[in-house]
């Protein structure tokens, strides 16, 4: 027996977690093997599930519906319809306003109305369009202004609100004010919404569905057969992509295929089309930004008055967190002493706006960064010196919801390196005189910041459920509620159990997600699958580590500091076991080697009423220099080169989390520049196919891209290994790009605020260069 | 006469009697070999996810072409060596690109994986190719992922693809050749029966006999768009005529006056010549599609379709392209701007077919531009499209031809812009106004989900100036933001 050491000598060191480890399917990624639900083997007698609409409807009643040419079609076995459904006609989340199948009414253009069911999915398809309607024409809600004279709202208004404005802003020397419009985006998930059904015995079912949120699927299949949770399991291993576009999203199309399977008793496969996906499943919510801000003339903010109007579509969804948390960032890093942040969540005859990567938080940053860049361009000053100007510090550290900020050191060091790292100074130089030098070319450079608070703001959801079973052979069954859709969740999760144990990874046999394995989980979103899973399944192998201890201390008559799990291996005293061998012992002993371990974020508190608490657990920081050219001829745009230093705290896996920088900051970027979501004046979306949505290419990144993690003390709050969330945060890291274009456009009129729209699409950049030669010429 | 297709797979000859005229290639593998590894992410040829390699023997050497197996139908791999992502591992080993993805964090979801592992697998086996982020993001073009940023895929393909191949393809290389060639034959393929057939004629005169007796029938080159009206708009097209085993259509002849061009010569095949003829004219080949629709897309379909956004139209007419076509009845010739009547309406009559172009190369007194523009710079169908040629006499423009396209229902000249430029001076741009003037009563173009009107105009006028411009060097150093990339990208890496 030895003696205590100190705390750095009693921790070993870390054997898998904090590594740099590859994905673990990514062998199966790159063979093909990894099977996603349509690879999975069908059972005999699998039928296919398309879903069918009303192609002229965009908003109306439908007065009749003849769909005796759908039936008759070859292969076609059901035709469903919402008379066909035996429970509640509803696949909402939560606010019971999203039928599965539309029931008399058209909302939006794309509702599914029936569903056909065939023998394969391209008769099922060929099918669905022979359906004939009438539909009368009620005028559509389109736009935020339709709606803003419509008055309509899918929820109340909502609002945040510090001090006193109005005071503020008559103390303010300079008012700033204008108008943003921020466009939504599209997921594009390579892999679009896909569902199987597998009917069991006593009207159970089985359902693989391509989701973030399997309890949520496990819930609205009950509901809308009407059997007991308990007769229905959902199962998902593995997604191609989520974004937040299967938290909720995925439901309609797992309720259809069960349907299916319950009215023909025949197991049913729903794999939407790609446009009928992007024209049926919501979107990142648009934005108008109404904005007017006070300063004391050398650029310190004094009040703040915003006005978020959000197009929500046609229900609720996830619209309630999805503006709340625009409002939680509408501050970015930045101080407002006093502040009136508002939000109008505008009900919208189009497809219902959903989570996507940053759940409204970067549209809230995006419109501070776009008041940051109009002070100091009224000023002729750097963006950048306002932005420090303003950064939270220890005196001037209380979010408009009252929460302090507490590592605001952080933010000060990780931009301070920023800067240095990116050269910002220098490149400012040399940018200006390329300006000065170019006629029709212009460049930009943007250093913005991203704080992103990191917990459901829905406090249940905060939790996480794990099953971790030892067996005899020492080899161990991971299992737990978060779902993997590329982020690498699973691996990280089977680096803390397989640290845990001691053991090596390969004895870490990771497991597909199943309601019924654990219960009532929250959904896979707001970046915490790690926080929570992976918490979770340490507790829970802990759990099970410490009942074999207690065996082993009584059986070797010693102290539990005597016993090592390492190297696949149980040390005890001077001697030696394999994993195996214990297990197997402590079986024969009856000892429990399974434990279903439980986590739930600890010390967060939120009053919505009064909006003020403590809403998240920690925040996240990072920083991103962008540099830009624009064609003042033509608008095109490149961005040149990227800087970006990001906080993860303690990494679990540094590859891992580099990529989910790169490619969040990559799909922010899209969302910024080329991803341009239209629809025509009926309500129809034209860009519902990447023939016509334009996700960025490879071509699309910097040559000059440099990212690195930040390198600091850790998570002050005990997360796991002192990591910090890494999944959606990146995504506002590509503010920098829009304001850097904004800065480039900026230069043609000194003194003047472009009126830069996101995306910046060629087509907007030129909006914005003639509103600058315009106001130049009038100067 | 063959009523079968024929093709290898893993080296094995496999012999179809059943194909469906438009049964995809990515439906064979997906519901008839339940080969699930080649996935569907669009249906559409735009994402890359169901790309698959297609080995053919081109002048005796293997060449692997990336393809959209969602958008190639099954008969067209007639002939070829078909590679699937579940081919490249052997052994239980990792083939090096599959390894390179793996050991630099290549995939996230996996879902895209597949069809980037299947481009990358076609770039390690190409030749003449020059080791730089430029080579590698324009073979991936084609390829979407959503989750990476793309960075550690072109890594890995930096890593993998520069040295010379070494898999198990170039190790049987001698065996594919030979069974390639025993594969080729002369006869015509024709599965199915007169009410619904896949044929493919190996000589014109075939094609021409069968189209004559099926006027109805479809003919297809490429099928990067015919391929589409299948999978998109559920088209049932029950007679297909394919025309990729007529080995006269298949030719890119460069005489001393230009370039002939047969109709089922791909994207690829005429890049280089292309080239020769101007900088900006290869540069404009390089933004057609992707790597996989420029391998089996060709220039006579993109005419004979008659889009009025299709990328190569203007540019051709500009130059000044003649196109040919074949009937039972006999040959003729037009200038390629006469094709075009109207939207979705072309001057072909019934049993006729497009069989080649001919592009005429510049004179020593011709200057040559074109221009695309869209919102996304790889893979994105033009929002505007201008090709502009000037023929030059001492500083002055004796003649103009301008083309757009984007700017009405088919690719068209600017006539009062052409008119109104002869005589300008290139010294002098108040001599070029009236040419911008005159784009306005040229063209009213439409306002669609690519571009307004009002934008589609003005950067038609943009483009233009900057043609003058660039060729009379009035210009500021540069004035092309898109060919500084290009320039900017041939960094080693």
Known sequence: ?779 | MRDTIRFLKNGEVVELDSVGPTETLLDYLRLRRRETGTKEGCGEGDCGACTVALGRLVGGKMVYQPVNSCIQLLGMIDGAELVTVEDLASDQRLHPVQKAMVDLHGSQCGFCTPGFIMTLFTLYHAEEKQKSRKTVTEWLAGNLCRCTGYRPIVDAALEACFDAADDAFTWRANETRQKLQDLADSRDVYLGDSNGFFASPSTLDGLAALYAQHPDATIVAGATDVALWVTKNLAELPKIIWLGRIEELDRVEETGSGVLIGATATYAATEAAMTRIETSLGALWKRIGSKQVRASGTIGGNIANGSPIGDTPPALIALGATLELHSADGSRALPLEDFFLEYGKQDRRDGEFVTGLFVPGLSANQVFRCYKISKRFDQDISAVMAGFRFALSDGVITEARIAYGGMAGTPKRAATAEAALAGASLEDPATWGAAMQGLISDFTPMTDMRASSAYRMETARALLAKALMEISGTAPEDVNVLIKREVDHDRAA
């Open chain 1, 1 to 779: 027996m030895t003696a205590p050491l100190d705390q750095a000598a009693m921790q070993p060191p870390l054997k898998t977690v904090c590594k740099a480890l590859a994905h673990d399917s990514a062998e199966k990624h790159v063979t093909g093997t990894a099977a996603y639900i349509d690879d999975m083997v069908e059972p005999t007698g699998t039928l296919h599930v398309v879903p069918g609409w009303i192609r002229q409807a965009v908003r109306g009643e439908v007065t009749a519906l003849d769909l005796d040419d759908v039936r008759q079609s070859p292969g076609v076995v059901a035709v469903l319809t919402a008379a066909d459904v035996p429970g509640t006609n509803d696949c909402s989340s939560a606010f019971g306003d999203d039928p599965v199948l539309a029931d008399g009414d058209i909302l939006f253009h794309g509702q599914v109305a029936f569903a056909v069911v065939a023998e394969t999915r391209d008769q099922a398809r060929r099918a669905a369009k022979k359906v004939k309607a009438e539909v009368t024409s009620i005028p559509p809600v389109l736009t935020q202004e339709d709606a803003v004279a419509a008055e309509t709202t899918v929820l109340p208004d909502y609002q945040f609100r510090r001090g006193s404005p109005e005071t503020g802003m008559n103390a303010s020397q300079e008012i700033v004010s204008g108008s943003l419009r921020i466009g939504g985006q599209e997921h594009f998930y390579l892999e679009g919404q896909i569902a199987m059904a597998v009917p069991q015995e006593d009207g159970g079912m089985l359902v693989y569905s391509s989701t973030q949120h399997p309890t949520e699927i496990q819930h609205t299949v009950a509901k809308v057969l009407g059997v007991p949770d308990a007769l229905v399991t959902a199962e998902v291993r593995r997604m191609g992509g989520g974004f937040g576009g299967k938290e909720s999203q995925a439901n309609q199309w797992a309720s259809l295929a069960a349907l299916a399977a319950h009215a023909t008793g025949r197991a049913c496969k729903i794999r939407l089309d790609r446009d009928d996906d992007m024209i049926m499943t919501g979107k990142r919510h648009d934005f108008r930004v109404d904005w007017k801000i006070g300063h004391d003339g050398t650029g310190k903010i004094r009040a703040v008055d915003m006005e978020f109007l959000s197009r929500c579509g046609y229900s609720v969804d996830l619209s309630l967190g999805v503006n709340d948390r625009t409002l939680f960032h509408a501050d970015s890093s930045y101080f407002y002493p006093d502040a009136v942040i508002r939000s109008r969540r505008l009900k919208t005859d189009t497809v219902s706006n959903t989570a996507f990567r940053g759940f409204g938080g970067p549209q809230g940053m995006l419109a501070a960064e776009r008041m940051i860049d109009a002070i100091a361009i009224k000023l002729g000053k750097d963006p950048l010196e306002i932005r420090k100007l303003n950064f939270y510090d220890g005196e001037r550290n209380q979010t408009p919801f009252g929460m302090p900020v507490e590592e605001y050191e952080v933010m000060h060091h990780l931009i301070g390196q920023l800067e240095e790292s990116s050269a910002y100074w220098q490149r400012r130089e040399d940018v200006s005189a390329f300006n000065a030098e170019n006629a029709v070319l212009k460049k930009g450079l943007a250093l913005t910041p991203v704080k992103f608070g990191i917990s459901f703001t829905l406090k249940h959801l905060n939790q996480a459920g794990a099953l971790v079973h030892l067996y005899t052979d020492g080899s161990v069954h991971l299992n737990h509620g978060g779902t993997e859709m590329g982020q690498g969740l699973y691996q990280k999760v089977a680096q803390v159990v397989a640290e845990e144990f001691g053991i090596t990874l390969d004895k870490v046999r990771i497991t597909a997600t199943n309601t019924s394995k654990v219960p009532n989980t929250g959904p896979t979103a707001a970046s915490s699958g790690t926080d929570l899973n992976a918490m979770a399944a340490k507790l829970a192998a802990q759990e099970i580590k410490a009942r074999i201890t207690a065996f082993l201390c009584e059986q070797h008559q010693c102290g539990a500091e005597a016993i090592h799990f390492g190297d696949n291996k149980v040390i005890i005293g001077d001697q030696s076991f394999t994993l195996s061998e214990i297990a197997k012992q402590a079986h024969m002993a009856r000892i429990q080697l399974s434990h279903a371990g439980f986590y739930a974020t600890p010390g967060i508190t939120w009053d919505r009423d009064t909006a003020t608490g403590r809403p998240f657990y920690y925040f996240a920081f990072g920083g991103a220099c962008a540099e830009v050219t624009i064609d003042t001829m033509t608008g095109e745009m490149t961005v040149d080169r990227v800087d970006i230093l990001h906080d993860v705290g303690h990494s679990l896996n540094p590859a891992i989390d580099l990529g989910q920088i790169e490619g969040g900051f990559v799909q922010g970027m899209g969302w910024l520049t080329t991803e341009e979501l239209v629809w025509d004046a009926q309500g129809r979306l034209r860009t519902h196919a990447p023939s016509t949505y334009k996700i960025p290419t490879a071509s699309d990144i910097p040559e000059e891209f440099h990212v690195r993690l930040y390198e600091g003390t850790g998570n002050p709050q005990e997360t796991i290994y002192r990591s910090k969330a890494v999944g959606e945060p990146p995504v506002m890291l590509a503010n920098a790009v829009f304001c850097a274009i904004t800065d480039a456009v900026a230069s043609l009129a000194p003194g003047e605020v472009p009126d830069l729209d996101a995306p910046a699409t060629p087509e907007a950049i030129m909006k914005a260069v003639h509103g600058m030669r315009a106001r130049k010429a009038g100067q």
